[in-house]
Structure formats: structure tokens, C-alpha cells
């Protein structure tokens, strides 16, 4: 029986990836990417040979088999996102469950830990991060109100991602419904354009549309 590793890689900056990661990356027989272009850039820059396939949110049943039945057949394979930890806002997640569920306690699941935007912020923020609630991405279109009222009315700080289409609408709708919001914007985490923005939510409102609205967000809301 094969092993599958979930393999974190940088979110930026290439140089944030362990040598264990690397080694894993070179060693297994093949990797799985959310997008093999992005992953490809990554390989090149270590001179890594080792084959891809894709697997993504879109990647049909038969897919997922394939995977499973390379793992039966002893190949050793690595599970990466397109940037941070498989698994977190992401499909990985989806592939990890199906493969438990399918071969059980038989097949070998490895984590090799690394970069992350939610512990990237959460280290720069300033903000008691013992506790928080993460949401991921708001959705698109249904249910955004009763999402921005659970940030609302969470216990604890919240963070969130957002991309640069929605990300001033989103602040916006939180913002009308608590104007007193404290809040922490990270914006390009770890590469040439990092933007960091605090302050209350109108205010940083104000600081992020000055700038080009590029790269994704990730967010942290305090509320007390």
C-alpha cells in the first residue's frame, strides 16, 4: 500500500517551503495539484521531475478511483494546493475522506506541515488569537447575510478569506452591520506586494480602495 502525503507549499514567497517538503515532493511517484501550471513553477524553481495530474473541485469520481487504485498498486503520492495546506478552503479535504473511506486504517496518511495565510495573520495581528472561528471564503451569492451575521455574532474573533472582486463589498456589508468593527486585512502574504491594513472597518475600507485591489485577502474581525 502506497502512502499519501499532504504536502503544504508556500503561499508567495518560494523560499517558504521545509526540506522535508521538498524531499517528499522529489521522492513520492507522483503529485497531485489543484492546478499543475502553479504547481509546475514551484518544481522548476527546485528542479523537481516528478510527474503531476490534476485534481481539483471539478474532478469527477473516476478521478478520485484512479488515485485510490495507485495507492493499492504501492505508488506514493503527494496532495498539493495551489498555495498553503491542502484541505483549508480547498478540495483536498474531499480526496483525503474519500481515500480513508475507501482503504481504511490499510493506507498511510501523511501530513507535512508548513505555510498557512490563517497562521500567517494570526501571528502578525496583535489580536488574542488562543481562540477563533475560521470560516473560509463567504459564499458568492446565497447565504452571504447569514454568513456576515455569524461573524457578527461569534464568540470569538473571526477569519475569513476573500478575493479582490469582493472584497470591498464584503467589508462593506459587515461594516453596516457593525460600524465599530476591529479589523485586520492581509493582502499578497509573504510576496513583493504584502499589504497589511488595521484598523476600524471603515477605515480600512477607505486604506484598501486607495490601492490596486489585486491578490487574495484573508481577514480577521474583533468585535469586543
Same mark, same amino acid.
Given at each position: 500500500? @502506497?502512502? &499519501? ?17 521538498? /524531499? ?20 522548476? %524553481? ?11 473541485? %471539478?474532478?469527477? &469520481?473516476?478521478?478520485?478511483? /484512479? ?10 503520492? +503527494? &496532495? ?5 495546506? !491542502?484541505?483549508? *478552503?480547498? !478540495? ?14 490499510? =493506507?498511510?496518511?501523511? !501530513? ?7 497562521? +500567517?495573520?494570526?501571528?502578525?495581528? @496583535? ?5 477563533? &472561528?475560521?470560516l473560509g471564503f463567504p459564499p458568492a451569492k446565497k447565504k452571504r447575510?447569514?454568513?456576515? $451575521? ?11 478569506? $476573500?478575493? !479582490? %472582486? /469582493?472584497?470591498?463589498? *464584503? ?12 479589523? =485586520?486585512?492581509? /493582502? $499578497? ?9 488595521? @484598523?476600524?472597518?471603515? $477605515? ?10 489585486? @491578490? ?9
Open positions: 500500500m @502506497g502512502t &499519501l502525503y499532504i504536502v503544504a507549499t508556500p503561499i508567495g514567497n518560494l523560499e517558504d517551503i521545509s526540506k522535508r517538503a521538498l /524531499r517528499a515532493l522529489a521522492e513520492v511517484d507522483l503529485i497531485l495539484c489543484e492546478d499543475t501550471r502553479v504547481t509546475k513553477k514551484l518544481l522548476d %524553481h527546485y528542479q523537481i521531475k516528478t510527474p503531476t495530474l490534476s485534481y481539483h473541485q %471539478h474532478s469527477k &469520481l473516476q478521478k478520485i478511483e /484512479r488515485v485510490i487504485n495507485f495507492l493499492k498498486e504501492g505508488k506514493n503520492l +503527494a &496532495l498539493v494546493s495551489d498555495a498553503g495546506t !491542502p484541505g483549508i *478552503s480547498d !478540495p483536498g479535504g474531499k480526496l483525503v475522506k474519500k481515500v480513508i473511506e475507501s482503504l481504511s486504517s490499510s =493506507v498511510k496518511i501523511v !501530513p507535512i506541515p508548513g505555510p498557512s495565510a490563517i497562521s +500567517a495573520i494570526a501571528g502578525i495581528s @496583535g489580536f488574542p488569537m488562543d481562540k477563533f &472561528l475560521f447575510k447569514k454568513f456576515f $451575521e455569524e461573524i457578527i455574532n461569534a464568540k470569538y474573533l473571526v477569519v475569513f478569506y $476573500e478575493s !479582490p %472582486h /469582493r472584497i470591498i463589498k *464584503s467589508l462593506n456589508e459587515l461594516g453596516i452591520m457593525n460600524e465599530e468593527l476591529k479589523i =485586520v486585512v492581509c /493582502r $499578497e502574504l509573504t510576496k513583493k506586494f504584502e499589504t497589511i491594513y488595521r @484598523g476600524k472597518i471603515k $477605515e480600512v475600507i477607505k486604506q484598501i480602495e486607495k490601492d490596486i485591489i489585486k @491578490g487574495e485577502f484573508v481577514v480577521i474581525v474583533d468585535k469586543r
